[in-house]
């Protein structure tokens, strides 16, 4: 007999606590919130939590009942990588290994871009976060080690607002209830795209928050 279970998406309660290691998930009227943390800290990002990238989003995209999602980190920082990860040059590996490192990598990469089919929105709560810029201007910031605070994420449209850390989540919640508002076409036709919102940096702080929404 066929079974309806196995072939469905993946419930909300099965796949929040499979990945509840590394993604504190809760969900309100179709809201899902994605916060990133390792041991209640900020995101280490080493193998494991790349494997778990490579399939959260398909477990995300899947279900119907997520209509807008907020991603986040825990603490001060988006991210960090985990020191014991790069104990050996990335040269000195082992082949099979580097082939691992690709697939996954490829996998993650191919999951955030195609499975989520929701509008986005980023609370980026502090540094460590991968940018998406065009190649030149990614190379330069490469090539120079150049850090890109919350000012200049504004300036080069990487980000739609950046806030104090108090007023990020509440305002990123604020947005996603402005977008459930909208008729389901509209959310699919946008759901390629991403607003994002930044912790103002503490080398701001002593300033009043800038605001450039271009959602």
Known sequence: ??????????????YSEKYKDLFFMTRRDGILEVRMHTHGGPLQFDWMAQTAYSNVWSDVGRDPENEVMILTGTGDLWQIGNPEVWTTKFMD????????FYHESRRMIENMIYCIGIPTIGAINGTGSHWQLGTKKAAYYAYTGMNINAQAA???????????????LPR??????????????CKTAYSSDC?????????????????????
């Open 172 to 185: 990123a919640w604020e947005l996603a209830e402005m977008i459930m508002q909208a008729p389901p076409l």
């Open 1 to 14: 007999m066929f079974n309806r279970d196995m072939a469905g998406p993946t419930r909300f309660e099965e």
């Open 93 to 100: 590996w082992p082949n099979s290994r580097k082939l691992d």
């Open 195 to 215: 607003v994002a919102l930044m912790e103002k940096s503490p080398c701001q702080r002593s300033g009043s928050p800038a605001y450039a929404p271009n959602v």
């Open 154 to 168: 504004l300036d080069l449209g990487l980000v739609s607002e950046v806030l104090p850390r108090e007023k990020l």
